[in-house]
C-alpha cells in the first residue's frame, strides 16, 4: 500500500530556530504540494512542484520558508527563522502525471514556542 | 483567482438521517471537484469526486451534484453512521487543469449523534 511519507511528525521548536520538514512522494508521483493546516485558515496551498520544478509558491511566505526537491524521492519544506505564528499542521501531498487525486502524507504538528 | 466558498461550517445530524454539505466556486473554467475527509488527527482522504461533464456521481451512501451554471457542487450523505463525523473538505482545480493544483473550502464537521 504505497503511501506518501512524511518526517518529523511532530515537532517543537523554540522562535528563531530552522524548521526542515521532509516528505516522500509516492514512487511514481511527479507533482508534490504543500499544504498548511490551521484552525483558522483551512488547508492553503503553500507550494507545488511538477517534475521536481517548482510551478507556484505564491502561497509562502517568500522571506522565511523555501521549498525544494533535491531528488524525485524527495522534497522539503524549510522555515528560518521560525515564529510562534508557524506553527500548524504541515501536509505534503503528492499526484500522478494525468491526474488529480492527491494522496496526502501524515502530516507534521510544528509548534514554535 | 480561484475562491471556494463551503457552508455550513460545522453540521450535527442523526445517526440514519442525510447531510448535505454545500460549495460555490468562483472561476467557471474550473473542472474537476474533489470531496475529501479527514478524521480527527489523521491525513484528509479523498472520497469521490466529479468532473465538470458530469451532474451527479454516486458512489454507496455518497453523491456529489454539480450545477455549473451557478457553479456550486454539493455532497449528499444519506444513512449517516457515526464512523461518517470527520471534516469533510471540498476542492476545486482551477485553470490550467493540467496542474493537479487544488484550492480548498474551509471545511465542514459533520457531527453524527448515535
Known amino acids: 500500500d504505497a503511501r506518501v511519507t512524511q518526517t518529523p511528525r511532530d515537532k517543537v521548536t523554540e522562535m528563531g530556530q530552522e524548521v526542515t520538514m521532509r516528505c516522500q512522494p509516492i514512487l511514481g508521483h511527479n507533482t508534490v504540494f504543500w499544504y498548511r493546516q490551521t484552525m483558522m485558515q483551512g488547508l492553503e496551498l503553500l507550494a507545488y512542484f511538477r517534475n521536481r520544478a517548482p510551478l507556484d509558491d505564491s502561497g509562502m511566505p517568500k522571506d522565511r520558508f523555501s521549498a525544494e526537491m533535491p531528488d524525485a524521492t524527495l522534497a522539503t519544506l524549510k522555515i528560518q527563522p521560525s515564529e510562534p505564528r508557524d506553527s500548524a499542521v504541515y501536509f505534503c501531498?503528492?499526484?500522478?502525471?494525468?491526474?488529480?487525486?492527491?494522496?496526502f502524507g501524515p502530516g507534521t504538528r510544528l509548534t514554535v514556542l | 483567482g480561484e475562491n471556494v466558498e463551503q457552508h455550513p461550517s460545522t453540521l450535527s445530524v442523526q445517526e440514519g438521517d442525510s447531510a448535505v454539505i454545500k460549495c460555490t466556486y468562483s472561476?467557471?473554467?474550473?473542472?474537476?471537484f474533489p470531496w475529501y475527509k479527514q478524521e480527527l488527527g489523521k491525513r484528509p482522504q479523498l472520497i469521490i469526486d466529479?468532473?465538470?461533464?458530469?451532474g451527479e456521481k454516486k458512489d454507496q451512501r455518497i453523491a456529489v451534484t454539480l450545477n455549473k451554471t451557478a457553479k456550486h457542487f454539493s455532497l449528499h450523505i444519506t444513512e449517516t453512521q457515526p464512523e461518517d463525523s470527520a471534516v469533510y473538505f471540498c476542492a476545486a482545480t482551477p485553470p490550467p487543469s493540467n496542474t493537479g493544483k487544488l484550492i480548498f473550502g474551509q471545511g465542514t464537521t459533520l457531527q453524527v449523534k448515535p
Open positions: 472561476d467557471s473554467a474550473s473542472n474537476y
Open positions: 466529479i468532473r465538470s461533464n458530469v
Open positions: 501531498a503528492s499526484g500522478g502525471t494525468g491526474g488529480h487525486e492527491q494522496f
